[in-house]
Structure formats: C-alpha cells, structure tokens
C-alpha cells in the first residue's frame, strides 16, 4: 500500500499527483503539512499553501493513518509502533507519537511523520569492498544500502540484517533481490550466525551505533566484506566515530540531505562526486 493511499480520500489523491514529495506531517485537528522538494507548505483544497490559513484539517488523521498503513491489524505492529516508528510496504518510514498506555501500547496517536523513500542508485565501480554510507536523516540512506543489496545479490551471496524492518520490508524487495535475510533480529546475533551458517560474500546493515562496530571487525576478519549506515555529516566524523575500525572500510559513501549528490570518497585518499545517480 502506498503511503498516499491511507490518507483521507480528497488528500491523498492531490499528493499522489506531486513529484518529489519528501515528508508528510499529520496532526490531529491540525493543517497538513509537507514537505516538497525541499520546501515546507500545508495542504490546501487541490494546492498547495505557504500559510496555514484555511488549510485542510481532519480530526482523527493520525489514527485512521495508522490504521490503514497497518492494513488494519495494529496490533501486528505493535512492537515496532512501541519504538515510535514502523516501515510500510512502499519503503515509506512512518515516525509516531501520542498516548502510551501503561503495558507500552499507544493507545492514541497524536501525531505521524512519513519520510518517503528517497532512491540512490548504488555506484556499482566504487563499491568492490566494505563501504559505509554516511549521510544526516532524510539522504537517503537505507535506500543506497537496499538497492546495492538487491543489485548485488544477482551475483555474490549477500545476508541483510534487518533489526528494525526497514531495509528488507518495502514492496517488492523478496521478489527483486536473492538476499537472505534476518528481520527483526539483533544485530549480535544476526552477524554470528550469518558468518557461522550462511557464507556470505556481504553482510548489509542498516543505522549502526557505537557499540555495534565490533561485530563488522569481526566479520572482515573472517572474509565477510560488509556494507553499513552511519549518521555523519563528513569524512572526518566518520574517522571519528569508527575509531580503529576505520581500516575495515575502504570506501565512505556521503549522502547530501535534500539532493541526489553522492561523494564516494575512500577513507585515506582523494574523493569522487558523483551527481544525478538517482
């Protein structure tokens, strides 16, 4: 289903027709606001407004949204809901937040933010050996990381960890790509039984922290070449933030908020921009 399609009617069908809508705001009783080509505006009746004033609002949005997004069975979601956020089938990332009851269930949502999938065409030539992806929220990100696992997946042996259900679960993914996937699993775990099971060529993994930098080391020095997202605006946090470990990347691939300009840039020599890879 298409983040559009779970909208109120009248709505969803004007956003439907825009190009390059990046987020959509909802809160209940509030204007709609999105995002577009990089511009904020409100949603007006078949328009779109840089004020607020008589712009379309509905009472129970944020709840209706939810609902339809989940086809209707909330409750299969609730653990990721728990977590402030779920993925829908199209790669959308839904954000939310409201009323928490006391077993950790949302017993109301207030409000909803959809972050659309934003698509980078992996750069297939500089993407031979382990590589981070570094870019702010909003670049793009786990959509790089889907699309070089799918592509190479037609020719090397590629497992995707996917702790929160975000790179493996848009549409379509299981019928275009020959990944081999750990959904909903830990990151330890996934990365010691993948490398002790399934002889991967690649492991890919999405949003990695501090602490999980380890288990990548760990993999490379078994033969496993590993791709991986990280939140950084530049070279130097990248260095920064993997510390020692930065000797197991040979390539950063920085994302821009916003745009489709790629940096491939290996981690001790010159870099490369490449643009309109989208």
Known sequence: MKYFECLPSDAGKFISQLADVREVRLRNGKPIRLNVGGKWFWLGKNCLQTSCLGALN?????D???????????????KMLAQGFFTMSDGCRVGVCGVMGANGVFQQYTSVCVRTAKYHSCVDVALNNSFIVAGPPRSGKT????????KTSAFCNVVVVDERGELSCCEGFDKK?????FRYTDKKYAFQVAVRTMSPDWIVCDELSQGEISLLENAVTCGVKVAASLHASGVEEVRQKLGQAVNVF???????????????QNLTKTSKQLTNLA
Do not use: G, H, M, P
Not at 177 to 181: E, P
């Open 58 to 62: 509905f009472q129970s949005v944020c």
């Open 250 to 264: 040979n390539n950063v691939v920085l994302l821009k908020q916003d745009t489709f300009i790629q940096t491939v």
């Open 143 to 150: 959509t790089f990381l889907r699309d070089f696992a799918c």
């Open 64 to 78: 209706e949204f939810v609902k339809k997004a989940c086809n209707q069975s909330v409750y299969a979601y609730e």
């Open 177 to 181: 790509s020959f990944c081999d996937v």
